[in-house]
């Protein structure tokens, strides 16, 4: 992979049934583990949400396939800000 074409990004995600995606959606973050520089989640009760923020560096093919994969998966919301 030619990583001059990298691309820095920041996924958001909000989870609203963690229980029952949890296992989906850490699978997804394992299968594209050579992207993920960082990661961090939080449950945030009030709402009854969790939310994660990952920075990414990848070519927009792989940042788009990853935040696809989740978005597909039901009660995950995941938008991408690319920042170089």
Do not use: C, W
């Amino acid at each position: 992979m030619n990583k001059d074409n990298n691309r820095v990004a920041i996924l958001g995600i909000v989870v609203n049934n963690r229980e029952e995606t949890s296992k989906k959606l850490n699978d997804i973050l394992s299968d594209f583990a050579d992207i993920i520089v960082g990661r961090m989640g939080l449950p945030y009760k009030e709402k009854g949400i969790s939310v994660i923020s990952i920075i990414v560096d990848g070519s927009n093919d792989q940042i788009g396939a990853l935040a696809g994969k989740l978005g597909n998966i039901s009660g995950v919301k995941a938008k991408v800000a690319i920042t170089h």
